[in-house]
């Protein structure tokens, strides 16, 4: 998440640390710009300036659609054949309505928008079919995938109540937010038809990792300028990305023989504050 414009400004350090790591890619976990998405200046600048360091680096950029983002389309404020300004940017992918897959190697990734009720929701209001698109696609991707298999959005499939306890009430997927009550309900379906070895999403800015029925969850932390000022969260924190690094068993770690990935959080002057390790399904060893 990072935020570009608003009271955040524009710099990200960040990004120029994350191309230091030379990446294969980068995802963008959603919420790219500060100002719900309807700022035009926001979004030029977001692909002019911010991402320059990894355009110029050719590093390919996969987006998310977060909330910041605006809305596609349907909603009360924008009319059906109006296209956000999230739309024409030139990704290099076509990302659709803002769901859509890649493969990467034997990774497959399958992005999805969780966002607002004309896309996303469990009440069964779909009056533009746009819930029952997507889901579809999904499905699809998920039935169809590789050795491994990612799904990333904005909004988590949980809330870690194991790093948040006062969010819960009894369990750690237990959060009184319509969102994630929404989001739990339609991923626990895919958990008990698919292999999903990890579920990546922003929104919380957590920085965070766990493991819980099967599957990995990690929440990216958010990218402000580090000059931005906050009671929450101190210089040091800020400037983050999560690197991801994804192995076949091998002599380092021969403990994992289906294969491991390991997730590290970095900051932008590339001080490592925290190292997981997670091994493959269906055995589970993390430390």
Known sequence: DIHVGGDTGNDRPAVMEAVNQHPDFVILSGDMVFSLGYNQTEWNTLW????MP????????YPVIGNHDSPFPGSNEILVEDMPLWSKIPWGIDIGKGWYSFIIGNIEFVMIEN?????WNCEGYDAYGYVEEQRNFTESAL??????????????????????PDSSSDTMFSIHDDD????????????????????????????????????????????YDVHFK??????WQQGKFGMYDVYESN?????????????????????ILNEDVFGKNPEFIHE
Not at 55 to 61: C, D, E, S, V, Y
Not at 147 to 158: D, I, P, Q
């Open 54 to 61: 990894l355009r110029n680096a050719n590093i390919p950029i």
């Open 251 to 271: 002599e380092q770690y021969p403990k994992y023989p289906e294969g491991y990935i390991k997730i590290r959080q970095i900051n932008f002057d590339g001080q």
């Open 115 to 119: 966002n607002y009720r004309h896309t």
């Open 48 to 51: 002019c300036e911010t991402l």
């Open 143 to 164: 039935s169809e995938s590789p050795r491994w298999l990612f799904l990333v959005s904005h909004k988590g499939a949980y809330w870690n109540t194991t790093t948040y």
């Open 230 to 235: 906050s009671e929450y969260v101190e210089a």
């Open 180 to 223: 994630y009550r929404c989001n739990q309900k339609i991923f626990d379906e895919w958990l008990d038809k698919y292999q999903i070895d990890m579920f990546i999403s922003g929104h919380n800015h957590f920085g965070d990792n766990f493991f819980k029925n099967g599957t990995m969850y990690s929440h990216v932390p958010a990218a």
